[in-house]
């Protein structure tokens, strides 16, 4: 079945800009150089995505620790499901710092690693399940090169040459591509990579997600996280934004932050918060798959009313992915009607992505946050509000699905440092 890969590559057209080329200064290892390009199941969303970087980087780190010299490729975002305006080839110095990024492994964009080492990949490593599933319902570590069970749909060989999807760059290839039945997490990878394919000088890992965090929440998570910085300009538009609309700013929200994150350590209350209630409110795709565990629009209604009302806030800043008449539904049913509902709308300059990320920046600001069940989005939220230092009863909120007052809230994750 050859469809996937073949419809990705016709949808090449809408480039993102290209900006700025990232610096590393790393010393941890010896060896030459090599790249750890990766790749992740095309249908994730950005927020799952963001997820998976944390546990790349951390192979990156455990591999540099080791002494291989590994420079971590960012892969360009493009293509994803929820971006409506269809853009690729996005670099990562758009949403995030990647100066920031490269203090915690040495990284660098896709676009500068075919500059420095060519079209060409030397092997993918495509990462499956094993076939025979879980044994005996014990979680044991393990890897082995098996045959591949789905790599075959999104690469093919023409002639001596891999082609596969490759972030719609139609020029790259690769010439080999292997599968890994991977059970395990970082540090599993790590080994296999140390075990099988140390001397590959580009090696690209794909589906990425399959391998876990070593431990989640833990300090290598959160410096790997905390180096996610935003890029200069979504700072600027949700801080201009934030001042507009809420005469919000950091020195008022005791929301500084220094420069570098690696000197940054706040504590729990430092933060305050601007003059707002911030709602991640995730329908589409979600009114579906998480039906049980989300509100209808009145319910949301209700519970940010009884909220917003508790805590003495009349300025709603709404962060969502719903269309404009379920938000003018949701705002006929604020009650009491004060209550003014505002959204960062952005305009048709700026992409899907950026605007998403704004919100995110808004949200962390807020003096209070209510998200959505297990969405990646509001964990994002948490986790910025975690760095600025928010008291968790601020942070980790959740609404509840219609007719349960006092359903689960989301786990505490807090910040290690
Ligand atoms: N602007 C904006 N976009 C949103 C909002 N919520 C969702 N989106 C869009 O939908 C995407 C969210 O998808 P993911 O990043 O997969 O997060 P999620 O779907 O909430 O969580 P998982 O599917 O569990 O990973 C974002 O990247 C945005 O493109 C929102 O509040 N504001
Ligand atoms: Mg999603």
């Not at 971006?83 to 500068?112: A, Q, T």
Request: glycine share 6%.
């Amino acid at each position: 079945m050859k469809t996937p890969f073949l419809v990705c590559l016709l949808l090449l057209d809408l480039s993102c800009a290209y900006n700025g080329v990232a610096q590393f200064d790393d010393q941890t290892s010896v060896q030459e150089k090599k790249y750890l390009i990766y790749d992740v199941n095309p249908g994730e969303g950005f927020n799952l995505r963001r997820d998976v970087y944390m546990r790349v980087a951390n192979v990156v780190r455990q591999l540099r620790e080791q002494g291989y010299n590994y420079i971590l490729v960012l892969p360009p975002w493009g293509n994803l499901y929820h971006w409506r305006k269809r853009e690729n080839k996005c670099k990562w110095s758009e949403f995030f710092d990647v100066e920031s990024l490269n203090l915690f492994v040495p990284v660098m964009e896709f676009e500068d690693f075919i500059k420095e080492a060519g079209h060409q990949i030397d092997l993918v490593l495509y990462l499956q399940s094993y076939a025979e599933g879980w044994q005996d319902g014990e979680f044991e570590m393990k890897f082995d090169i098996r045959p591949c069970i789905e790599a075959q749909h999104y690469y093919e060989k023409v002639g001596d040459k891999w082609r596969g999807m490759f972030f719609s760059y139609s020029e790259v290839w690769s010439h080999d591509v292997k599968c890994l039945s991977i059970q395990g997490q970082s540090s599993t990878l790590v080994d296999a990579i140390k075990k099988g394919f140390n001397e590959t000088y580009r090696l690209m890992v794909d589906r990425s997600e399959t391998i876990l965090h070593d431990h989640f929440g833990d300090i290598h998570y959160w410096r790997a996280r905390r180096s996610m910085r935003y890029s200069k300009a979504v700072i600027e538009m949700g801080d201009k934004f934030r001042h507009e609309a809420f005469n919000s700013n950091d020195i008022d929200d005791r929301t500084v932050i220094k420069d570098n994150w690696q000197n940054t350590e706040k504590k729990h209350g430092d933060a305050i918060g601007g003059n707002y209630l911030c709602v991640h409110l995730r329908r589409r795709d979600f009114v579906r798959s998480h039906k049980k565990n989300i509100p209808s629009i009145e319910g949301a209604a209700k519970q940010i009313s009884e909220t917003a009302k508790r805590l003495k806030l009349n300025q709603l800043f709404l962060s969502t992915d719903a269309d404009t008449v379920e938000i003018d539904e949701l705002a006929s049913f604020l009650s009491p009607s004060n209550i003014t509902l505002t959204r960062f709308e952005g305009g048709p300059q700026l992409s899907d992505g950026f605007i998403s990320v704004v919100d995110q920046w808004v949200c962390a600001h807020a003096k209070h946050f209510i998200g959505t069940h297990q969405s990646t989005f509001s964990f994002r939220i948490h986790e910025d509000r975690e760095i600025l230092g928010f008291l968790s009863e601020t942070t980790f909120n959740r609404l509840c699905p219609d007719h349960e007052n006092e359903c689960e809230q989301p786990a505490k994750w807090t910040i290690v440092y």
